[in-house]
């Protein structure tokens, strides 16, 4: 009665609903328990894996898959299979074992993209096991430790069907003591391609094979006359040594049906490497490089390599060209700046590799383009831009992927390479299982690709710019497969170029908005390229004055390219630096043809010649310039009877000359005067030199003053000499051996009649008149005791 009166819509009490709902959960828990022990209940044992480990399910044990040969099989071939499971959980995985299953066959490109992002066992969409003799067990995984497989099975045991692309899984099973029941703890997809029979359209795919690096050579040659390269580092001889990447890419690449796709400054650092060229070091010194014999070799391989294939080449340094359109066109000279690497691009090729390379195509970034970036590229003459398929994008309504050539307009044309191609090796490809995967996942886009349309297409591929060691392995067996395979045939870029388009394909570049913000955060900015033509005009004003500008002009003019380069994106600090090493090395130069400084320099009287000394520590000679020698104040001083004189200068190589100006003085001071050296069309170089000039002008009074006291000095000294003379000679008289017997002649008088009257006056005078203080000497002797001469004068 109480349980009727409760379904009949009155309310129980609380006590009353408490006992009923503790009564029901009691009959229902052994029910519940039978339910959770049935094996075919699968929702009890999927929450059963999610509460027992961590990670859960098919994630417990990573499975990775190392080789799949063949990478496309045919008819009687064997699939074999090789790899690791690792346990990635807490506990011990027992009853295990390693298997391969079949999926669906994928008709779509977006199904092969779905399927490689999965990472989990999906029962519906993985198919079950081939079973049989064709796994390999383990009594147990202990956690932490990897266990290689190996499995082979004949390809007619996987009951493939159509030519297609199917997916492949390989699978770890096994249970662990939390979960006591077979289920798959790892799994991991790749991709069969099944086409044993022949194709009755192929298409024709077209591989760029780059051989581009990073900016190696600076700015800076030694004085002799090979002018000795000087390089940043040593890392491009690693590169080109044994094991290293460029070294890589000419190995794997000879054998390949590839387009060579060449940067022609790495042509030219390795060139220079052949001969004497330096290093610098951490602290700036530079040591003698001592890799010529890798160059050499690598060099040779290369010559071997491209004889009889195509070889396109970049502008030199390869140049940036949407930072170029986005930030460089503003500046003036940056558009020559690309013209003068495209046009230096093939005889760099053609001299070092002896082929004539293609010089008509550019290549963006990534592929990436806007209207800025095609006027830029068309700019030097390219008439062919190397776009992606994500940038130009399909937006109507064809089912299939166009051929690569679009006509764009203005008579370029946008050869658009494949984005899922392009990028299928653009990870880590250091670990085998990534390779592994990608190289299939390449194959199957590819299959399925052809597969879309029974017209045959012309399909374009350009992987990353500088791929790594190990991304160069990953292409050339993707390569190497997909060459072998019955569905795909390889095609020239040129030939790409002019295959005829799809009428449907799009063929609008998309506006500058669309531009990609990942790859506008790494360009050049605007001030790179301000440096850039800062440094230009230097070498501008610098070359004028030289007797050889080839010295200068091609150093530069390279460095100048290198750095536009797309290396530098994301190095940021790397290429300030290049940048202002090259302005400064620059300028280190053009100081060593200048003016020596002068300290105050003394004018006396009206006119005198004022040197001034240029200095040339170049190795070669500078003329074409003009030295120029200012007045500040052309009132008090004139140089050439002006404000100022030019004169010209020609100076040899490690020499100076002085060059001398004619000045006036009109009026007593001191002036300051300027020396600057000018190109002969008007440019200052160098430096300016100033000085002081102290004028003292000299009047009529002061130089009779001067004339009169030397004329006093001289009168002066000869009446001292004619006395003294007198002096000797009457003391040799006196002092005879026969006084009495003396002649009676008068003796020669040699200060002459004139004396000898001034003499006699001054006897009469008297002896007692006072000498004049002028007079230092007496004109006659002391008087003597002893008898007179004959003819001789004796005062009393």
């Known amino acids: 009665m109480a349980e009727a009166a409760d379904f009949q819509g009155t309310s129980p009490s609380p006590a009353r609903r408490w006992l009923w709902r503790a009564g029901a959960l009691l009959a229902g828990a052994p029910l519940l328990a039978g339910l959770l022990q049935l094996p075919g209940a699968p929702t009890a044992r999927a929450a059963g894996q999610g509460v027992a480990q961590a990670p859960s399910g098919s994630q417990t044990v990573a499975v990775s898959l190392d080789s799949l040969t063949p990478s496309a099989p045919s008819d009687g071939d064997t699939v074999t299979v090789t790899g690791t499971v690792t346990n990635n959980g807490k506990q011990t995985v027992t009853g295990a074992h390693v298997g391969l299953r079949v999926g669906p066959q994928l008709t779509t490109r977006s199904a092969i993209d779905t399927v490689a992002q999965r990472t989990g066992y999906v029962p519906e969409a993985d198919g079950s096991e081939v079973g049989g003799q064709y796994v390999q067990k383990f009594a147990q995984l202990t956690p932490g430790v990897a266990e290689h497989f190996s499995i082979s099975v004949p390809v007619d045991k996987l009951n493939l069907g159509a030519d297609g692309v199917y997916e492949f899984s390989v699978s770890l099973s096994g249970q662990t003591s939390a979960q006591p029941w077979d289920q798959v703890l790892g799994i991991r997809h790749t991709f069969l391609p099944w086409h044993p029979g022949g194709a009755d359209t192929k298409t024709k795919t077209t591989y760029l094979w780059p051989l581009v690096s990073s900016v190696h050579m600076t700015a800076e040659t030694g004085p002799g006359a090979q002018q000795t390269p000087v390089f940043l580092n040593d890392d491009l001889a ?309 007797t050889d500008e080839s010295r200068v002009v091609t150093p530069f003019g390279r ?165 003294r003379k007198r002096t000797a000679a009457r003391q040799a008289a006196e002092d005879g051996p026969d006084e009495a017997g003396e002649s009676a002649e008068e003796p020669e008088n040699p200060e002459g009649p004139a004396n000898r009257l001034t003499q006699e006056s001054g006897a009469r005078s008297g002896a007692a008149e006072p000498e004049q203080p002028s007079d230092p000497t007496p004109d006659t002797a002391a008087e003597s005791a002893d008898p007179s001469g004959t003819g001789e004068k004796v005062d009393r």
């Open 238 to 546: 690693k590169d080109i040594g044994p094991g290293g990447r460029l070294q890589q890419m000419l190995s794997l690449g000879k054998d390949l049906d590839v387009t060579w796709v060449i940067d022609p400054d790495l042509l030219a650092s390795v060139d220079a490497m052949t001969r004497k060229y330096r290093v610098r070091a951490d602290d700036g010194t530079t040591a003698a490089g001592t890799h010529q014999a890798v160059a050499k070799q690598w060099l040779a391989e290369l010559q071997q390599d491209v004889a009889g294939k195509e070889v396109v080449a970049l502008p030199f340094g390869d140049p940036d060209l949407a930072s170029l359109a986005h930030s460089g066109t503003s500046v003036t000279g940056s558009l020559s700046q690309l013209k003068d690497a495209t046009d230096v691009a093939a005889s760099t090729v053609e001299t070092v590799l002896h082929v004539k390379p293609a010089t008509d195509f550019a290549w963006p970034v990534e592929g990436a383009v806007d209207p800025s970036i095609v006027r830029v590229a068309t700019s030097a003459g390219a008439d062919k831009v190397i776009a992606r398929s994500d940038s130009l994008q399909e937006k109507g309504a064809l089912t299939y992927t166009p051929s690569a050539a679009r006509p764009i307009g203005g008579g370029t044309t946008a050869v658009v390479a494949d984005a899922r191609l392009s990028t299928a090796f653009d990870g880590d490809m250091t670990q085998a299982g990534t390779t592994t995967l990608a190289v299939q996942q390449f194959l199957a886009q590819s299959l399925e690709l052809g597969g879309q349309t029974d017209n045959q297409r012309s399909i374009v591929v350009a992987p990353p710019r500088m791929p790594t060691a190990s991304q160069a392995q990953a292409m050339a067996q993707a390569l190497t497969a997909l060459q072998q395979s019955p569905w795909s045939q390889p095609q020239d870029l040129a030939a790409a170029a002019k295959a005829k388009p799809d009428p449907g394909a799009n063929t609008r570049v998309p506006s500058t908005y669309d531009y990609p913000s990942s790859l506008r955060k790494q360009e050049l900015t605007r001030s790179a390229f301000e440096a850039i033509a800062r440094t230009q005009d230097k070498v501008d004003n610098f070359k004028v004055v030289l």
């Open 559 to 723: 460095a100048m390219n290198r750095e536009m380069s797309t290396s530098w994106r994301g190095r940021d600090g790397t290429a300030n630096s290049f940048r202002d090493g090259v302005e400064t090395y620059l300028d280190d130069l053009a100081e060593q043809v200048k003016l020596i400084d002068k300290s105050e320099t003394k004018l006396s009287g009206r006119s005198a010649t004022i040197p001034v000394t240029v200095q040339n520590n170049l190795v070669q000679g500078v003329d074409h310039l003009v030295l120029r020698l200012t007045s500040t104040n052309p009132t008090r001083l004139k140089i050439g009877g002006k404000a100022y004189a030019e004169q010209p200068v020609t100076v040899s190589g490690g020499h100076s000359q002085s060059v001398k100006f004619t000045t006036s003085a009109n009026a007593n001071g001191r002036v300051t005067v300027v020396a600057q050296l000018y190109t002969q069309d008007g440019q200052e170089y160098g430096a300016p030199v100033t000085f002081d000039v102290k004028v003292t002008e000299v009047t009529a009074t002061v130089m009779l003053v001067i004339g009169g006291g030397v004329l006093l000095l001289v009168l002066a000294g000869f009446r001292m000499y004619t006395q």
